[in-house]
């Protein structure tokens, strides 16, 4: 059972203490809580049994009249005064999110074939006003004799939560129509949202060249100890070709030849 339900169950028989559970559900089938509150009608019997067994409610009596079915009399206890004010006083103080149906159906949109959901949303708009109308009327309608006064005020309450959805419906259909949001049927997002080349959007798959330069080491991918040392060898390979030729390129004297033991011999004769 929701707090929401204890608590209109529990301000009801407090109303009317003490009241025979069929007036109870009586008259909260009136208030329309079902639809404001999520109160199923069958629910309101169990929920009396519940807050009896613990403890916030008290049998009173039980009487039956002709073939009808007992019919059981209900009053708050203590505790149940208690538990009434605090649920109260909770609920004026707590901001929670009210439910709407229609939040899970936007968290959905991308199911929405784009023309249906602009038509949904005018149809929506045409009858958010029609209720807003008929709550002016009901409103006015008020006599503070079979209806409370205050109730004005939770249908002024309700029709500015649900008015607030004809603002929102109006700035969201120029903008479906303009595009925004990839909707059921829409061309795929290559067909119509190429990039050209040197596009922001490249650019941010491909890094600059000195972005890359500028990674540290520890950011570089690992090579393995066989290609390291290739690549040392490969740049060592034309230095140590430089060093062999460099005597060459500079010009530097050749060492003298030495004269073999056969002419040092005949120059000796001579």
């Keep these: 059972m929701s ?42 019997y169990n929920a009396l049994k519940t807050l009896t067994r613990d403890g916030f409610l008290e049998i009173v009596g039980t009487d039956q009249v002709g073939g009808r079915p007992e019919r059981t009399t209900y009053r708050l206890t203590a505790r149940g005064e208690q538990e009434l004010t605090e649920l109260l006083r909770d609920t004026w103080w707590t901001v929670r999110m009210p439910l709407d149906p229609l939040a899970a159906g936007v968290a959905l949109i991308l199911f929405m074939p784009r023309d249906e959901a602009i038509s949904a949303l005018e149809a929506r708009i045409a009858q958010v006003q029609g209720q807003l109308a ?12 079979e ?18 959805e004809i603002e929102w419906a109006r700035a969201l259909i120029p903008r479906l129509r303009a595009g925004e949001y990839r909707l059921a049927g829409d061309p795929p997002p290559l067909a119509h949202q190429r990039a050209k080349p040197g596009s922001t959007r490249l650019a941010a798959r491909r890094p600059p060249a000195k972005a890359l330069a500028a990674k540290p080491a520890a950011a570089r991918p690992k090579q393995s100890a066989a ?10 390979a034309p230095a140590r070709r430089g060093a062999a030729t460099a005597p060459a390129r500079r010009g530097a004297a050749k060492p003298a030849a030495t004269a073999s033991p056969q002419r040092r011999r005949s120059k000796q004769r001579r």
């Design 3 to 44: 707090a929401t339900t204890r608590m209109l169950v529990l301000g009801v028989v407090r109303i009317f203490q003490p009241v025979h559970g069929y007036d109870v559900r009586r008259e909260l089938v009136s208030w329309h809580a079902e639809e404001w509150a999520q109160i199923a009608p069958g629910s309101i």
């Design 134 to 145: 008929h709550m002016e009327h009901a409103i006015r309608a008020i006599d503070d004799v």
């Design 147 to 164: 209806t409370p006064a205050y109730v004005r005020e939770l249908m002024r309450l309700l029709g500015a939560r649900i008015g607030a």
């Design 227 to 236: 290609t390291a040392a290739k690549r040392a060898l490969a740049a060592m």
